[in-house]
């Protein structure tokens, strides 16, 4: 059964410092791995999806790797800004899932980028 | 190019009473997806419709939980009836297809559901 872990629940930083959120997964075998960004009350906003195939994606000030083998992602967030300030939850689409779009998610780590 | 589209965004009710949860997906979405967050957890797929089929369902507590996608655009998830555990934000997603493998889903803003 795939299960997915975020490390850790809660991060709080200061302006301008780049920081590294961190996933695991127990089962390697996935479709891809992505990013989302959720704010309070409001639904998920996709931020990256990696392939299996691929090693890393980059948006702007994000950078997300996959490192499939070892069943981790990281998302590096450069120059960090209070408007990043939001919980941010990695999901794997398991490569069992066959035709349907089920992502299996991690609890989330919940940022605050003060000031 | 409009969203996802949930309503109610917040609803209270007293364990054993009913509700009913809304979503209008993007034009043109053929998957829909309802997906159940408790609070401090990850969300989980209840269930996935392609048009109006069910995909998959295999977590849906159906004793108490359904849902329908009866023209194969909107949709509607109810509980019948409500207890306590299922406090929690039930989100809406869709995708234009399935079957693609690395097809991103758009999400709603949630419906918060409190069962006091």
């Known amino acids: 059964k795939q299960e997915v872990t975020q490390i850790p629940a809660a991060l709080s930083v200061p302006e301008g410092e780049n920081l590294v959120l961190n996933c695991s997964f127990t089962d390697s075998a996935i479709y891809n791995l992505q990013w989302f960004r959720q704010d309070p009350g409001k639904g998920l906003t996709s931020l990256l999806l990696i392939q299996s195939s691929q090693r890393e994606q980059t948006s702007g000030r994000l950078n997300a790797s996959l490192d499939k083998s070892s069943g981790r992602s990281t998302l590096y967030i450069a120059a960090s800004q209070p408007g990043d300030s939001a919980t941010y939850l990695c999901a794997v689409r398991p490569g069992t899932s066959g035709n349907t779009g089920k992502l299996i998610f991690g609890q989330g780590t919940t940022l605050q980028v003060k000031p | 190019e409009a969203g996802v589209a949930q309503s109610p965004r917040y609803k209270i009710i007293e364990k054993r009473q009913s509700v009913a949860f809304w979503c209008n997906p993007i034009s043109g979405h053929a998957t829909l997806y309802w997906y159940q967050q408790i609070l401090g957890q990850g969300p989980k797929l209840l269930i996935q419709f392609q048009n109006n089929g069910v995909v998959d369902d295999s977590q849906l507590p159906k004793d108490r939980f359904s849902a329908e996608r009866l023209k194969g655009v909107d949709s509607t998830l109810k509980i019948q009836p409500a207890k306590l555990e299922d406090s929690a934000v039930y989100l809406c997603?869709?995708?234009?297809?399935?079957?693609?493998?690395?097809?991103?889903?758009?999400f709603g803003s949630g419906t918060q559901l409190s069962v006091l």
């Open positions: 997603a869709s995708s234009p297809v399935t079957g693609r493998q690395n097809e991103k889903l758009f």
